[in-house]
């Protein structure tokens, strides 16, 4: 978890991360202009499917005011020529008459003639019986009435589907009935008008008076039913004054759907076109889905290309000279940034960077080649001391000595020269101490200088090798201390050159000489191993242990003199500690020195 927050971390943080971040801080605006666009036409096809709801309305208000015409002038012509041709007239004796009548208007669905007192007298639709229209609501209201008149809305027993009667009470000179016409207007128009619109599936064309109670409606599946209390539908004459659809929960059903009203002409009938509000809101939505997707689509197209082009236009560019900066960081001064093409701003940078790695690469080996004759010159330097040392040492040794050694004898041989007698003798005796004395003080200072010419270069290292001088310098250390030197050494001093002897005595003088002054130690062991090309020198010790800060610090003169020592003859010198447990110092050199190195101990 804490490895996947570094890494998201890390990606935020970076140049990629925050290009995205100023990428989508940018198309920010685009995306609210973008729900802004999807909620215009979420709400652009509401409208539409609401103004198209009320152009259908209106269209089958229109057709069906259109039909109810219709069929009045046919009855006001067909009851003109009964009127005048009387009870002989084709319209009453001729059946094949009203046949072709009814298929002349497809929008009745039968036309008929009435005895004055309900009976059936023809019909152009064949009947299996003929039934008493007497308590029928068209046929009273037209024996009260000189026009053709409406009777109610209802589903026909006979053809079981809407219907809409008209009557006509066709009368004499005398103003007396001779008979009753009638028609019945087909209402299966409204499902064809419903079936063949662009409402969404489900939704219905229905008649209703001011109450809201459903007259007629479309074959559509809803659940609304022709003249029960159930299919009320509330405040129908407000949403036809509103003309705008309105959700309405059908009493008794708890169904929600979308109506829109518009008035019938001057009938007190509205029609109705009521939607499912599931399909409508669908339909709404899925415009609303359709132009955010389209939209986000272009918008993701649009990121994504940016977001390309500035991979390819600028992050490969930065990534390119970050990787060329750390390579050269990391020490590979052959790297460099690949110059785009053109004159651009990382144009302009990757040639800034390659002049500056150019310019560093120049330094670095002014500094090799400066470090390499400073290096050559401590090595001549180093050997024209050791030379030095060494030339001091023997003379010393050689002269002073032999001097001092000389002048004892001398003093030695001063007592026989000189008279012997009694009366003298406490002179005698005086003289014998004093010249004593003096032999002490010359033994003394031959020591001495033995001492300095041992310390200057000690002979042994020259005469017998450098495991001879390691066990010299061990029990000069124990005579001086209390430490216990252990010397364990292979046996390579034959092929040892005489620089890498010179140093590696040198380091273990300097190693001894650190134990001696800060490690409290009591035992140290000095080892010395070689290999076909190496030779390894280790001094370890049980003392107080060196700490990392001090093996790092540059003011201890006698770790960087033992380094530069080592450095000088390629070698590696590592210093370790463990506090309370001791320190080890080691150093690995070639048995054969560089030519370099070579070269300056033959300038010796």
Known sequence: MKRRRRATASFLFSLRGRLLFLICLAVLPAVLFAFFVAESERSATLERTEQDALHLAELAGREHAHQIR?????????????????????????????????????????????????????????????????????????????????????????????????????????????????????????????????????????????????????????????????ADIADVSALARSQHGRTLTLQGTGVRRFFVATPLDATGLFVLVGMPYDSVLAKVNGTFYR??????????????????????GVLRGVRSLARAAQRLGAGDLAARATVPRGQGEFSSLATAFNTMADSLAARHREALDAQARLRALAGRLQVVREAEAARISRELHDEIGQVLTSLKIDLSRLPLHCASSQAREPDATALKAEIAAMSRQIDAAVDFVRHISSGLRPGVLDKLGLTAALEWQARETEARTELVVEVEADAVDSRLDERVSVTLFRIAQEALTNVIRHADARVVEIELTATDATMTLAVRDDGEGITADAVESNESVGLIGMRERAMLIDGELTIRGVPGRGTAVSVTVPIHPTPEVADAHSDR
């Open 70 to 230: 219709g069929a009045s002038e046919l009855l006001s012509w067909l009851g003109a020529k009964v009127a005048r041709d009387g009870p002989s007239s084709p319209v009453i004796t001729d059946p094949s008459f009203l046949r072709a009548l009814l298929a002349g208007h497809p929008q009745l669905a039968n036309i008929g003639v009435l005895s004055p007192d309900g009976r059936v007298l023809a019909s152009a639709y064949p009947l299996a019986s003929y039934r008493s229209w007497s308590d029928n609501p068209a046929y009273l209201d037209a024996l009260r009435s000189d026009g053709a008149v409406a009777g109610r809305y209802l589903i026909s027993p006979i053809f079981e589907r809407p219907t809409l009667n008209h009557a006509y009470a066709v009368r004499d000179a005398h103003h007396d009935v001779i008979a009753v016409l009638f028609s019945g207007l087909d209402l299966s128009w409204l499902s064809e008008v419903s079936r063949h619109s662009d409402l969404p599936d489900g939704s219905s064309l229905l008649v209703t008076d001011r109450d809201g109670r459903v007259l007629a409606r479309s074959d559509a599946a809803q659940p609304l039913a022709v003249g029960t209390e159930d």
């Open 291 to 312: 132009a955010l997707i389209g939209l986000g689509a272009l918008l993701l197209f649009t990121v994504a290309a940016v977001f390309i082009a500035a991979e390819l």
